[in-house]
């Protein structure tokens, strides 16, 4: 049946496919079309879905980090000074819930084949229960709108919010008919990467329901919500494993892997250098020109949560390695070298020089030479560099990065499975799953073959391990401000504040060359360090020619004050509805805990 009263320009002029294309996911803009067209023609309806994918899909979460102790960032959040409105995805995400919504009104009112028809369907109804549940992890309960509604009816566009557990019972039941329309692998492997299968909505089902069960949702968790999260990651890891699905070999290079045989990725975001990101130009050391250089400066207090090379914490006493706040690098998870970037680092990046003049990475005080990159150094002494691509060329080239996002790896699958047998008293199996991250990572086995994990532990314990085991996973993939406030663990940060280093040349620096440039006497340390004669693994020369001091990163916080704490305020578990969506639409309740508020986005 025709859907009445839609602004056919609206609909159709970001219509971006073409028949020709050889990727079903490449966009290119056409003229409009008329509406009776589109729902007849597969291809003009792919290029409907393709929009909605482009809108929907999430990119890398390049803001995410500084909410959270794991990287430096002055956020409003964090000091418990957000304003309300300021978490405004509200409007712009029931748009494409419209478009979505439409796509579903009208695919079966022309003559596109039934099953190319389930395919679309079965996408769209994925996207329509993420954006729900990115609504509903912001907001709480919000407004089922699941049909098309006529704009020149006021009435019908004003509704109350739907509870939060009516909302949840939609986004699942929008998964699972997802799941049965899908197919688990699509026969064009290659022109397909990138399209959503079922083994993907699986997976998000899986995180929708640990999410449902975690302390965000049910702060006294009595609700008995877990069994549903272990039976949901479960499903899923058993249906990606028989599609061959798995942990990536290579925890540094799965990045860089972006063939449709990549194990690890289950649900992705493509780019292309036509359809590139600036990510890697925002953690890459600053150039001039990027205008970047601002995201995922990692924290000691992240440098520090990683354990040594067996898997023991730095400050266990029964690690075989002995840990020196010096060359804190030295024997740590291989995770480390591969997220973490320091001062005298080995980072090969094709930056120009004197930006970079060996394969060394320099943060302390004046260490780019140039005044104006200089006053960009990384505040904590620390990058991230994480799935950086070294090759692409420095500078404003670094802006169009091609790497692709992958908003869901096998090996959340896997924790998110651990976490929940956990809580459901399967800690045995809880502990084989860590165990294949631990491995997939390099830690050492020992004798015991726990990898550094505490033999023993408990629900609380493990829980624990869990979500250690996360936060070092995931560094720089938005999990971690995620788990924080789905477990509504802000609370044990609260009070704290996060640190770095401020690292300064001392006099054996400033004599390596008899000239009075800077530049002079860190090539001549570079020369020393690739010629063998000079051994920064060696604390004791390592102070030679540094001198460390810590310093807080958080506002008014530097060497000698530690400036304003983590405050993250209760209320912050769920948002305020931004107002100008309150003034179109009378009927919505404000949040608990906002000014006016009294809905509970716990029922």
């Not at 939060?164 to 008919?177: G, H, N, R, Y």
Request: hydrophobic share 35%; charged share 25%.
């Amino acid at each position: 049946m025709k859907t009445k009263n839609i602004n056919q320009l609206v609909i159709l002029c970001f219509l971006l496919f073409v028949s020709c294309s050889q990727d079903p996911l490449d966009k290119r803009p056409l003229e409009a079309i008329s509406e009776d067209v589109v729902w007849n023609d597969e291809n003009l309806a792919k290029g409907f879905l393709n929009n909605i994918y482009d809108d929907a899909l999430p990119g890398w979460p390049t803001n995410a980090s500084q909410l959270t102790d794991d990287a430096n960032g002055q956020n409003s959040v964090m000091y418990g000074e957000a304003q309300p409105g300021s978490q405004n995805i509200y409007g712009s995400l029931y748009r494409t819930i419209k478009d979505i919504n439409l796509l579903l009104a009208n695919i079966d009112s022309g003559t596109i084949d039934v099953e190319a028809q389930n395919l679309m369907v079965g996408q769209a109804l994925f996207f329509r229960a993420y954006l729900y549940f990115r609504l509903v992890s912001t907001y709480g309960g919000v407004p089922l709108v699941l049909e098309v509604k006529d704009k020149s009816d006021v009435e019908v566009l004003q509704i109350p919010r739907n509870k939060t557990s009516e909302c949840i019972a939609q986004i699942l039941k929008d998964l699972d008919e997802a799941a049965s329309l899908l197919p688990e692998v699509y026969e064009n492997a290659g022109s397909d990467y990138g399209r959503i299968t079922s083994g993907a909505v699986l997976a998000y089902k899986g995180r929708v329901l640990l999410h449902y069960a975690s302390e965000q949702f049910d702060p006294a968790q009595d609700k008995g919500r877990w069994q549903a999260a272990y039976d949901a990651n479960k499903a899923a890891k058993t249906t990606l494993e028989a599609n061959g699905k798995g942990l990536h070999s290579s925890f540094a290079d799965l990045w860089f892997d972006e063939s449709d045989a990549n194990p690890e990725a289950i649900m992705i975001k493509r780019y292309t250098l036509d359809l590139s990101h600036n990510r890697d130009a925002g953690v890459r050391p600053f150039i001039v020109g990027t205008n970047g250089e601002s995201f995922d400066k990692a924290t000691l207090n992240l440098v520090e949560s990683f354990p040594m090379k067996d898997g023991r914490s730095i400050d266990d006493a029964a690690s075989t390695y002995a840990y020196d706040p010096t060359t804190f690098w030295l024997n740590r998870d291989p995770r480390f070298e591969a997220t973490i970037a320091w001062n005298g680092s080995v980072w090969p990046l094709n930056n120009p020089a004197p930006n970079r003049t060996s394969d060394l990475e320099w943060t302390f005080d004046e260490s780019a030479i140039e005044a104006q990159a200089d006053s960009r150094i990384t505040p904590t002494s620390f990058s991230n560099r994480k799935a950086v691509d070294g090759s692409i060329e420095g500078g404003a080239a670094s802006l169009s990065s091609p790497t692709d996002w992958i908003e869901i790896r096998f090996a959340e699958v896997v924790l998110n499975l651990a976490e929940a047998a956990n809580e459901i008293g399967q800690t045995a199996e809880a502990y084989d799953l860590l165990v294949l991250i631990r491995a997939r990572a390099g830690i050492d086995a020992g004798g015991d073959n726990l990898y550094g994990l505490q033999p023993g532990m408990g629900p609380d314990q493990m829980r624990d391990a869990i979500l250690l085991e996360r936060r070092l996973e995931f560094v720089g993939e938005g999990k971690r401000s995620s788990d924080l406030r789905r477990r509504r663990l802000y609370s044990t940060i609260n009070g704290t504040h996060r640190a770095g280093y401020r690292i300064t040349r001392t006099a054996a620096f400033d004599a390596l060359n008899p000239s009075a440039e800077i530049l002079d006497d860190r090539i001549a340390l570079e020369q020393g360090i690739l010629d063998g004669s000079i051994d920064l693994n060696d604390p004791l020369v390592y102070n030679t020619y540094f001198t460390t001091e810590l310093r807080s990163v958080e506002r008014f916080g530097n060497v000698t004050d530690d400036g304003d704490p983590i405050n993250y305020l209760d209320h912050y578990y769920f948002y305020d509805i931004p107002q100008d969506d309150l003034n179109k639409n009378p009927e919505l309740e404000q949040t608990s805990g906002w000014p006016g508020g009294n809905f509970d986005p716990l029922q």
